[in-house]
C-alpha cells in the first residue's frame, strides 16, 4: 500500500510546490511509483510538471481534473490520473515513474459551489476513490493549499504524514505552531469517520528547510523551531519522530528555470548547471526514505 503525504504549511511563500515537485520526481528516479495529486487551485504543480500548453488543452475536458470527482459521483479518480506528465520536446516520457492527478483553476468552487452529499464530507468521498488507485503506487504526494479548507482537509483525512515546507524565519515557526493546533483539532473532528473507514492518522513527519539564501543566519530561528518542536511532543501535540530535517536545500534561481522547462532538477542537471540543487533534493528525499524505513535508494543513470 502507498505511503500518502501532505505537503502543507500555512504559511505560504515557503516552496510548497518546488518542493513535492522535486521530492516526487526524486522518488521516481529512485525506483519508486509516486503519484503527485495538486489539491491546490492555483494549479502550480500541475503546470509545472504538464507545462502550459498541455495544461491549457487539458482544461477543454473538465472530467480529467479533480473537481469532477466531487462533481459526478460515477466518477473515477483514475480518469483523472495523467500518465508520466513530464515529457520531451518529441513528447517521449522523461520520468515513466511519476504521474499526476491534475488541478485547474476551477477546484476553488469546491468550497461554495459543489453541493456536498448528505452524511459524506468531501474527505470522504476522495478517500473512497483514492482506494480504488493507491496500490498502483509507492508514494502518493498531496499538494496542499495553506489553507484547512475542503481539499486540503480530502488530503489530510488520507494522509499517513505530513511533511511542513518552511522557511528558517519567524514567521514560518508561527505558521508551524497554527498547523499542529489545525491538525490535532481536524483529527479530533473526523475520529468518528477514520475509525468507520479504517481511515490513518495524520501526523507531523518532519519540517524541510526550503529556499534557504546563502549568508542566512539560520542558528537563532533553528533553535527556536526545535524548541517548539520539543514543546509540542512533550504535550503530545506532534509524534516522537518530528523533527527538522538535517538537510536543506538552497535557494537558487534554477527553480525558475526549471519550471520553465516543465521538468524537475534532477533531470535538468545533464543539461543545466543545476547539480547542486538536485544533489538538495536527491538528500532530502534519502532522509525522507530512512525515516520510514525504506530500503536505501539505488539512482538509476536515466531514470527509468
Known amino acids: 500500500?502507498?505511503?500518502?503525504?501532505?505537503?502543507?504549511?500555512?504559511?505560504?511563500?515557503?516552496?510548497?510546490?518546488?518542493?513535492?515537485?522535486?521530492?516526487?520526481?526524486?522518488?521516481?528516479?529512485?525506483?519508486?511509483?509516486?503519484?503527485?495529486?495538486?489539491?491546490?487551485?492555483?494549479?502550480?504543480?500541475?503546470?509545472?510538471?504538464?507545462?502550459?500548453?498541455?495544461?491549457?488543452?487539458?482544461?477543454?475536458?473538465?472530467?480529467?481534473?479533480?473537481?469532477?470527482?466531487?462533481?459526478?459521483?460515477?466518477?473515477?479518480?483514475?480518469?483523472?490520473?495523467?500518465?508520466?506528465?513530464?515529457?520531451?520536446?518529441?513528447?517521449?516520457?522523461m520520468l515513466p515513474r511519476l504521474d499526476l492527478v491534475p488541478a485547474s483553476f476551477t477546484l476553488m468552487d469546491l468550497e461554495h459551489e459543489v453541493p456536498r452529499k448528505e452524511g459524506q464530507p468531501f474527505y470522504v468521498r476522495f478517500f473512497e476513490a483514492l482506494k480504488s488507485v493507491e496500490d498502483e503506487y509507492d508514494f502518493i504526494l498531496f499538494d496542499c493549499p495553506p489553507n484547512f479548507f475542503y481539499s486540503t482537509q480530502c488530503a489530510l483525512f488520507s494522509s499517513n504524514h505530513v511533511l511542513v515546507p518552511s522557511n528558517p524565519d519567524a514567521l514560518s515557526i508561527i505558521g508551524f505552531h497554527l498547523l499542529v493546533d489545525k491538525l490535532s483539532r481536524f483529527k479530533s473532528d473526523t475520529a468518528a469517520h477514520r475509525k468507520q473507514l479504517s481511515a490513518p492518522t495524520p501526523d507531523i513527519i518532519g519540517v524541510a528547510l526550503n529556499a534557504v539564501k546563502p549568508g542566512t543566519k539560520i542558528h537563532v530561528p533553528l533553535e527556536r523551531f526545535n524548541a517548539q518542536i520539543d514543546r509540542f511532543k512533550q504535550q503530545g501535540k506532534v509524534a516522537p519522530m518530528t523533527h527538522i530535517y538535517p538537510d536543506l536545500v538552497r535557494h537558487s534561481v534554477t527553480v525558475g528555470r526549471a519550471v520553465m522547462m516543465g521538468i524537475p532538477t534532477v533531470l535538468m542537471s545533464k543539461q543545466d548547471a543545476s547539480i547542486n540543487l538536485a544533489e538538495d533534493y536527491i538528500k532530502l528525499t534519502k532522509h525522507l526514505l530512512e525515516q520510514l524505513g525504506d530500503p536505501e535508494p539505488d539512482e538509476e543513470e536515466d531514470g527509468e
Open 1 to 93: 500500500m502507498a505511503k500518502k503525504i501532505s505537503f502543507l504549511n500555512i504559511k505560504g511563500g515557503v516552496g510548497k510546490t518546488s518542493l513535492i515537485v522535486n521530492m516526487g520526481a526524486c522518488l521516481a528516479y529512485m525506483g519508486r511509483r509516486t503519484l503527485i495529486v495538486d489539491l491546490d487551485a492555483q494549479s502550480n504543480a500541475s503546470i509545472w510538471l504538464m507545462r502550459l500548453d498541455r495544461w491549457n488543452t487539458l482544461n477543454r475536458a473538465p472530467e480529467k481534473f479533480l473537481l469532477h470527482l466531487f462533481r459526478d459521483q460515477n466518477a473515477k479518480l483514475s480518469d483523472c490520473i495523467q500518465k508520466s506528465p513530464i515529457r520531451d520536446t518529441d513528447g517521449e516520457e
